[in-house]
């Protein structure tokens, strides 16, 4: 008998860890298609003739649109359709956004396959939480996430040094054709391995008139709009370090074949910070860390502007230092500001997720396309960035009410 059910026991977790690894390697082809581009992004401006740094950021911000257009979109498919199909549509935009992004001779169309990739990403990422919500709920489905979430430190650190090995080695078009095979294999194991999590019985017809009342709906929680506000502003800084990263590390202090491993560095503080989030949250509340977060980041980036307000760039290891700091008191931020913003409208909690997720891209990418143009021979209008948004966003914060307003 007590064979029986240590067989039995065993069998249970090795599902769970599958279950794990396949919600994870769903959410993970979104920072593989962000974060492998990274270091080819001088040879794609030579392919489609666009030298101007500027311009090649937005190989990097367009995608973030895409992903915040496609959330409104596939989240509220799969409540209509199941879970399984829409995954399935999103990974066929996915697909041929990439021959787009592959055979472009032009920016524009680069820039409208980055667009299409990230609303196809946008299905994996979004079914796949909705997946984790269907099969679990309290503290086993924190375990779940918390899992995911050391996954997810890995593969920003990864994808940079991949797509500088594949570059190496074949071209920058190669590092899509990887991220296609990577996604194939992913789907299919998807496919014959994880089960269908929303009955038919379960799935509610799409409604035009229901989706506008849950928009608005979303306008009266005043804190749920705030908070809303300041993921765009602090994604906006985050949005604008990843598509400049490039230029600052490899244009400006000729760091070429160094830049896929301090990119990795600064990555994994901040999934290491993102992680002990999660152990600080419930001491702490959500608030006070964010509230704490900001104030540290604010400083941090006033405080090398005024070490450096010279024209010229600091040594290596300072930037460093700085950056680093500012993604560890980054990673107390983002996590908590969606959930701060959620909380109040769990009544609406798809339509919200949606008009939060759009509402925030839309800030975030007008805020890194704006501030990336001024970034040219130093890193101090990224700083100036930090600093702007992070004060902003702390008046804003000062603002909500301290009571979290009440369901209806």
Known sequence: MTSITQNKGKTTSTKELEFIAIMAFLMSNVALAIDAILPALTHIGHSLHEAKASSLQLIITMIFLGLGIGQLIFGTLSDSFGRKPTVYWGVGIFMLASFICVTAATLEMMLLGRVLQGVGLSAPRTVSISIIRDSYSGDRMARIMSFISVIFILIPMIAPVLGQVILLR???????????????????????????????????????????KGFKEFFKFRNTVIFTIIEGLMEGSFILYLSVSKQVFQDQYQLVDEFPYIFAGI???????????????????MK???????????????????????????????????????FISYGFILGNLSALALQPIGH???????????????????L?????????????????????????????????????????
């Open 267 to 285: 990555a994994f503080m901040l999934g290491l910070a993102t992680f002990i989030n999660g152990a600080l949250v419930t001491k702490y509340g």
């Open 348 to 366: 609406i909690a798809g339509t919200g997720a949606s008009v939060f997720s759009v509402i925030s891209t839309i800030i975030s990418v007008f």
């Open 288 to 326: 006070k860390l964010v509230a704490r977060a900001l104030i540290l980041f604010s400083i941090l980036s006033l405080g090398f502007l005024l070490l450096f307000p010279q024209s010229t760039n600091p040594p290596l290891f300072v930037l460093l230092f700085f950056l680093t700091l500012q």
């Open 368 to 408: 890194a396309v704006l501030a990336g143009r001024y970034l040219t021979t130093t890193v101090a209008p990224l700083f100036v960035t930090f600093f702007g948004s992070s004060v902003v966003a702390l008046l804003l914060l000062s603002l909500t009410k301290r009571k979290i307003q009440k369901q209806t």
């Open 170 to 212: 074949f071209s920058w078009q190669a590092i899509f054709y990887f991220q296609l095979v990577f996604i194939t294999i992913t789907v299919v194991w998807f496919q014959k391995r994880q089960p269908e999590t929303l009955p038919e019985s379960q799935r509610v017809s799409f409604s035009r008139k229901e989706f506008v």
